[in-house]
């Protein structure tokens, strides 16, 4: 797998680049190998750099798309609820704007197993990489296994004509070439078109401490003004927004032509942040090393939890297992990186660790209760944006 070096911004072009945290060499976030596979996987840097010009967030290397997102790519939307309730969310905002008609066109982008389009009804269209791709088929749903582009957009246009809707919900954000992305867009959506964009907000990413959010499938972190101000460069202002809570904080942008400009926010503050994140990992480990001897299981296996467990250091000799639910496409396969074993959530009550690290922060809250109404009797322990223990 080849990777290159980012020279310039890729919103803006500009090559005066800052450094802003650097995390060291990491594994792909998403190469689950089989348990006991002795299989090399590959690390790279990782470091999050900053556009001088316009301010853009953004990785330092650029992985090639077709590496990344492979046709076995393991991400499920559909077995997370509060994705399942955004993208209905979403179908609102959009009715909001525009009713649509049965033979209407509506494109989702990287569509994963096509549960935003369950939302949608007459002609959908999944353009999606992956092999999780065809379980949009069942709910008559067209796929076409392949990466966004003009290639793509022309192939849809070619079939059913203009889109309606297009969509891209937490894909904006994974993108090396942006410009060319937006203009691929453009050819496919009808004048009155409404063009759908989702992305974790960057400022909440940093006031959370999320840095597990920087892996290589992440390129580049918008904020809510960075995100339109890029937009009305290309003709398409805010016809509604919102903020989100999926992804520990994200923002809604639908996009139109003629829609009026978005009124920016503030900058985000950067200062003190690479600091916060090595102060969360020394936490850690001293809470770790005064439990020495603790039985310490993990729960829930997302692709932020390759970050964080590799850059804290916790293979399989911290963490004894990490749990998914049963229909979890990781189960029998381990963390990446760590050697760390994916197991059935029935293990956790079986076996009952004193401690479970929780590897999915934004929905934590959530997850708590539901594993103590289980049966779950041990402690949990949260890391970001701060280490506690609690229960």
Request: proline share 5%; glycine share 8%.
């Amino acid at each position: 797998m080849k990777v290159r070096h980012v020279e310039s911004c890729r919103a803006c072009s500009s090559r005066d680049l800052s450094l802003i945290l650097s995390l060291g060499w990491l594994p792909l976030a998403n190469r689950y190998l089989p348990i006991g596979s002795s299989e090399a996987l590959p690390f790279f840097p990782h470091e999050l750099i900053r556009c001088d010009g316009c301010g853009l967030a953004q990785l330092g290397i650029v992985a090639d798309s077709v590496d990344v997102f492979d046709k076995s790519y393991p991400y499920r939307s559909g077995v997370t609820k509060q994705l399942r309730d955004n993208f209905a969310e979403l179908r609102t905002d959009v009715a909001a704007l525009m009713p649509l008609e049965a033979t209407d066109l509506v494109v989702d982008i990287g569509g994963n197993d096509g549960t935003l389009l369950s939302n949608f009804h007459g002609q959908r269209v999944n353009v999606t990489p992956e092999d999780m791709g065809r379980l949009s088929e069942a709910d008559g749903v067209c796929h076409i296994q392949g990466y966004w582009g003009h290639g793509a957009a022309s192939m849809v246009l070619a079939e059913y004509g203009k889109a309606k809707v297009i969509t891209a919900t937490n894909v904006f954000a994974h993108i090396s070439d942006p410009s060319t992305f937006v203009e691929a867009v453009l050819t496919l959506l009808d004048h009155d078109g409404l063009f759908v964009v989702e992305c974790q907000e960057f400022g909440d990413l940093v006031d959370g401490c999320q840095f597990d959010h920087l892996y290589l499938e992440h390129q580049l972190h918008w904020t809510i003004s960075q995100c339109a101000a890029f937009m009305a460069e290309r003709g398409l202002g805010v016809a509604s927004y919102r903020r989100i809570p999926t992804h520990g904080g994200s923002f809604r942008l639908i996009f139109r032509r003629g829609a009026p400009a978005f009124t920016g926010a503030p900058p985000v503050d950067i200062r003190g942040f690479a600091a916060r994140v090595a102060t969360l990992k020394t936490d850690l480990w001293s809470l770790l090393s005064a439990n020495y001897g603790a039985i310490v299981a993990g729960i829930c296996a997302p692709s932020r939890a390759t970050t964080f467990a590799s850059y804290v250091g916790l293979d399989h000799n911290v963490i004894g297992y990490v749990c998914e639910t049963a229909d979890s496409p990781k189960l029998g396969r381990m963390m990446p990186g760590t050697r760390v074993p994916i197991c059935d959530e029935s293990e956790l009550y079986r076996c009952q660790p004193d401690l479970a690290l929780i590897l999915a922060p934004h929905i934590a809250l959530s997850l708590m209760p539901k594993l103590k109404a289980n049966g779950f009797r041990g402690k949990f322990v949260t890391a970001i944006p701060s280490v506690q223990v609690i229960g």
